[in-house]
């Protein structure tokens, strides 16, 4: 899908018979076309693969080096109309040496030649037997085709704009890799044809190899090795077969099947180049001069996209991996709010509990900032104050837990003092309009503020960082606190985390505890500012009005994180809720999105204190910079 920067690769590990370079070319060729037909752009095969790494003295035979061209050639020109560009390996003889090499053919040309920079010279790999590294060739061409380390592949297509680097096997496990230098120079796509052996371990070393590499150089790996044909004599090969994208595995293959395999997916080269542009040390490295070659990729116009879109990007998948980053989550909240009780020489924090999702994770907080302390959780000042809205389920959780928790509470009404207010300022109490719900919310953090300075302490936040993405808060009310340990949670995860919490209670023998937390997380999310029905339910329901959570933060995540334009967003969104939403909601709910993120950042510019936990966060001392005037035209359209 070209237009949104996404580029169709694929890692082979083609059935290949040792020094049989025609039918390994036949096998090459077959495979060519069927990714091609599964609109895949660019295709790694692995080191040798013409030939067969396996080879040994055999890449001394002229009939070998000469088949190795021959077979080339016939694949160059049997997928010169496919659309796809084919990195294959074969060995190459010019001017008296040998060289290992990784040939680029598109359109039925031979675009560059790329060899080997490293050679090992040990245990069962004696390379510098026979070839001679590439390192100190002075920029020569074979019948006008770079060849060297200084090549470099140019995309300029319509639609996507982006640089390919080539190095080859061990050159990756070098202090320095050539890709590094590659990828300072602009190359956002590292190709590696390999042929790694099978060892115990080797798998799982070479699988972070590949992931740390390409999060190192921001940039999509795709790497092709050789698969068990290769396997003769001493050595097994298993085929290992990945891509990855900035530190993740998109797509991996570690089966030892005999036959042709591959695995392919997209790579997003776009927002690759957008991590570039925010990562300084890009702009600070010297770059080496390359010869770059211009490419033309087919174009890929289909729907979808091969790769996972997580709904909910904030939240891992994995239900280990999310424990693990709850954990985490949690630690760094309690940590930075016992650095700043520290700092203030303090004992006590008082919070505003409704018994909703984000004062629960503060409370929660909170407990566990005073008790690695050691200090009396009767420090913890839980203040409930029931409005027109209150829910008594709501009004019950917060009772009931800040008691299992044993935690100070206590319970001010606040309908009356609003009341009072309405009369003084000659609002009528029956137009339940932006007054009525504001006016709540600023006597709350009146009271709060005033049982602070009682206290000779803090405020300590509850509103997450969804809220305050959307404006979802009143000005001066439940926007301001003295340190907030919510600010960098998005709602989603503030779910979890309180969920998270309720299993640790029942893993530690506190039933009663996990129960209520359960229950505060199967409530409806809502401000309960305007009165509940006759049968006591929540009837203002925040996502009814501004739209779902679990959709804000995906556009948060998206547009925060990677800067993708609207289209951009809108698609992604399209397919991770597929069935879940349709597209004229995702659509309605993204302009919802945009509106709101713009006119709502005179907010976002006076936030309190509070604890970074990701990277996506919207401080304005740091992470996120905006204009409060800023317009939402361009991308409302």
Known sequence: MNKYGFVRVAAVAPELKVADTLFNAAKIIEVAK????????????PEMCITGYSCADLFFQERLLHGAIGAMNEIRVKTADSGLVVVVGLPLEMGGKLYNTAFVLAGGYVVGIVPKTYLPNRNEFYEERWFTSGKTLLKPKLNDVPFGTDVMFQVCNEDVNFRMGCEICEDLWAPIPPSSALAVAGATLLVNPSASDALI???????????????RTLSAYVYASAGPCESTTDLVYSGHLMIAENGTMLKEQREYEFGTTYIMADVDVAKLTGERLRNSSFAKTDAQEYRTRNLKITENNEKRVLRNIQKNPFVPGNPAERDARCAEIFKIQATGLAKRLRHMHQRKVVLGLSGGLDSTLTLLVCVEALAREGFDLKGVKAIS??????????????????????VDFRTIPISAAVLQHFKDI????????????????????KILMDLANTYETMVVGTGDMSELALG?????????SMYNVNVGIPKTLVRYLVEWSATMARLKGAPTVADILM???????????????????????????????????????????YGFPPEKVRFLAEQAFEGIYKPDEIQKWLSVFYKRFFSQQFK??????GPKVGSVALSPRGDWRMPSDAESTLWVK
């Not at 080797?202 to 590949?210: F, G, H, M, P």
């Not at 027109?388 to 928790?405: H, I, Q, V």
Request: hydrophobic share 30%; aromatic share 8%; proline share 6%.
């Open 519 to 561: 229950d505060i997380c199967n409530t409806p999310v809502s401000p309960e500012l305007l009165p509940p029905d006759a049968q006591g339910n929540i009837t203002q329901k925040t996502e009814e009005m501004v739209g779902p959570y679990e959709l804000h933060d995906f556009f948060l995540f998206q547009v925060v994180r």
């Open 472 to 480: 979802w808060c009143s000005y001066n009310a439940d926007h301001m």
């Open 385 to 406: 104050m029931p409005g027109f809205g209150t829910s008594g389920r709501t009004k019950g959780n917060s009772e009931k837990l800040a008691e299992a928790l044993g």
């Open 604 to 609: 976002r510019s006076c936030l309190p204190d």
């Open 426 to 445: 000659g609002h009528d109490p029956e137009v339940r309009d932006l007054v009525y719900e504001n006016c709540q919310a600023r006597e709350r953090t």
């Open 201 to 215: 371990g080797k798998t799982e070393y070479r699988a972070e190899l590949v992931k740390q590499q390409s999060a």
């Open 34 to 45: 069927e990714l091609a037909d599964k609109k895949c752009q660019i295709a790694v095969f």
